[in-house]
Each structure stands twice: as C-alpha cells, then as structure tokens.
C-alpha cells in the first residue's frame, strides 16, 4: 500500500453559489471561512506572489522580503491560507514551499458569478 | 447643479487581479476589504438571499427572518457590507431595502479567475 498525496485533503471543491439560492448555514460557513482566509491585505498579496511565481509554487524565503514581514508572521498567514485549503504546503528539507491549490480560485470565483 | 445619484460611489469598478502579477499594498487593501466583508457567514447568507430575491433586492424586514438574527444585528451586517461597496442601500419610507451593486460580484470574481 503506498500512502495518499499528501496534497489530497486540499483538493475538495469549493463551493456553493451565492447568486443561485439561499444558502444554507454549512454553506455559508464553507464559503465564508474561504472569503475570510482573502479578508487581510498581506494574504491577498502573499497569494498574488505565489500566483505570479514560476510554477504558481514560492519558498517560504523568497516570500517575505516582498511583504515586509517577518517570517514568522509570513508563515502564520501561510498557515490560515492552508488551513482555508486555497494553499497547499511542503517541506523540502530545510523550507516551505507552498502553491495554490489547483482550481479553487476558479471555483471560488463561480461562486460570485452571475447566473 | 443636481446631485449626483446617491449610489454613485459605490458603483466603482473592483478590483486589480489576484492572478495577475504582484499586487500594491493598494490593491491589495481594495481587495482585502470586499474580501473580509463576505467573510462571515451570516453575511454571505444574506447576500444569498439578496441575490435571489426579485430585483435583487430585498427589504430589511424580510431578512431577519431567514437568518434567525435581530434586525439591528441584520442591519449591522448590512452597513458592512454596503461600506464594502458590495450592496447598495436606499430608505423607502419605514424601511431599508438592500440591492446587489450591479457588477460588482462579476467583477470580484474576475479578480480569482486564472489568466
């Protein structure tokens, strides 16, 4: 038996419209915890540099001198990014690499689409 | 001289691309803003219900109901979300009625969609 991707538990789709019916509360909990992860400038930005990288993939260094924070703090907003599942994480040796979570910025966009 | 239509500063054009390049501290401050206005659920439900009501629009005494909340927690969550420029805002007589600003959900998600 050989162990799952480690990226696996990420890849879930997200989520219900908002411009297609009422939601309901665990809806809405889905797509809020989401919209609140992007609610800070320096995640919106930290999620800007990761998408504009070679790969849609940064080191952990290569992230904070953009940003102007410490790596602490950078890797503290990296943590609510994953735990939001918009960003997935790995350790290569000695840093972090973390990269967008494929698709959930398109699926978080049809959720604000028209219909 | 007329007054300019009271919903005219809201009706502004949002916002530069999460996937587009680097985002300015600018940038990202106009987006973290819409972002965090929709990161709670009890919002995000009530923008719902927005959305799908005729018009798109929808009294504040018919969205207290639906959320299960007070109406000045409703309209709390309401001044937020018009402070975001998400919803629009207009007295008619006894009560409030909220409307979706036109494009401006489109264009929040034209801010996630790969490039």
Redo the contacts between chains.
């Keep these: 038996m050989t162990a799952p991707p480690v990226l696996q538990s990420h890849a879930v789709v997200c989520c219900s419209p908002?411009?297609?019916?009422?939601?309901d509360?665990a809806q809405?909990?889905a797509?809020?915890?989401m919209?609140?992860?992007?609610?800070?400038?320096?995640?919106?930005?930290l999620?800007?540099?990761i998408?504009?990288s070679e790969g849609q993939e940064a080191c952990v260094c290569d992230l904070t001198e953009?940003v102007g924070l410490s790596q602490p703090t950078v890797s503290h907003h990296m943590k609510l990014l994953v735990e939001a599942g918009l960003v997935a994480r790995e350790q290569r040796g000695r840093w972090a690499y973390f990269s967008i979570v494929p698709g959930v910025?398109?699926s978080?966009?049809?959720?604000?689409?028209?219909r």
Tied chains: 1, 2.
């Design positions: 908002v411009t297609a019916g009422v939601l509360d809405a909990e797509l809020a915890r919209f609140k992860a992007l609610g800070d400038p320096n995640r919106v930005k999620l800007s540099i998408a504009a953009p910025l398109d978080l966009a049809g959720t604000l689409v028209s």
